[in-house]
């Protein structure tokens, strides 16, 4: 077990974060209310609205962005903390063993910043063959795998029944590995490839084993972005609308943003504002992830300002704990960021690494890449002082090191929970299978 230093020896987030002067570390009480707020002339209403955090209070928008603008990094980093002790107090930070299967790279759909796509026959552009994807499949398998992380570009002829003979082969040859597939907005592609309503496309891929949905795509839900960035994408409503069907169909869903790109602060917030009002409707996702954009190499690299810089990325990943606080789940982001900054994120509201990916080609075709073997993740969680823990895609608790699993097993008992949580009856297939 690798327990050396972080790289290029960088301080642990540990001693970071001492340096920054953050209390001890996870298990025991949650940290006392600051007595340093902000300096500067919005410090009083800065420190109001950390007093309602430290009460469990809801902030607004409003208060969302001033916080955004004014708090220092360490009060964010605190806040953010005492959140996540809240709903996690357990002093464990998970992950889940998966990998990234893209079985296509073909897409119309164009967005600036995609490095990952060819349009059809274009040099590069590739489908596949199904003796790859299963080859790919018994390695996550061998390795003791639960998720496969599928995602594709939108190919123009690869409609539902081309993913539903997929997802049904792989459900077949590989029953342990969940199929986490085919985001939003290829969901909306292939309804309009089939001409029906995405509630019908889900029906068929939930009965051929889909088992939960990632909240790629999303990028930021504010339509002035989307309509630089991704034009021809699936817009802001449509994004939430798949998810509510998603969810409505008893399949749980996570959700992202990308962000420093062509946003502006308020931008930021009212895609946070957007997720918790659905958060709230539905509580179907899972968790919640977000990085900065990686501009190197991306097809329309003029119309990005320079990378968001380490710091920019803490402070917007601190503040989406504190906002989204009908989210349990928080996913650092290692792969575009490094294991260092992922580090200090679990002092800054994480509570998840995501998956350990054993492949990776849409980040890493921006030139970005930053995967790590699993026990060199493991050690940089217990160097933060939490227990590396791993899960399913549902959160629940799949670790042979501390005994029976716990929490949902299967997408059937994720949409329970929920149901349960919410108090709600849910319709669709997934609820009924
Ligand atoms: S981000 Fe997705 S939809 Fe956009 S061009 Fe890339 S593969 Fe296509």
Redesign the pocket.
Known sequence: MDSSPIEDGAPSAAHALGVLGAEPLVGGHPPQRASHASSGPRAAEVARIAAKVEDGLRITPAEGLLLHDHADLLLLARLADLVRIRLHPEGRVTYIVDRNLNPTNV?I???GF?A??RRPGEEGAYVLEREEIHRRMQELADLGGRQVLMQG??HPRLKTAWWAELCADLRTRFPLVNLHALSA?ELDHLAKLDKRPVEEVLKDLVAAGLGSVPGA?AEMLVERVRKII?PK?TTTDRWLAVHRAVHEAGLRSSATMMFGHVETHAERIEHFERLRALQDETGGFTAFACWTMQPEGVPQQELYPRKATPGTYLRVQALARIYLDNIANMQTSYVTQGLKSAQLTLRMGCNDFGGTMLEENVVSAAGCFNLAPIEKLEAQIRRAGFVPTRRNSWYGIVDERLGAPSGPACREEAATHRAARLGKALVGAGAEA
């Open positions: 897409c759909t164009d967005c995609c990952f796509y570009g939108h907005p795509g991704a994408k």
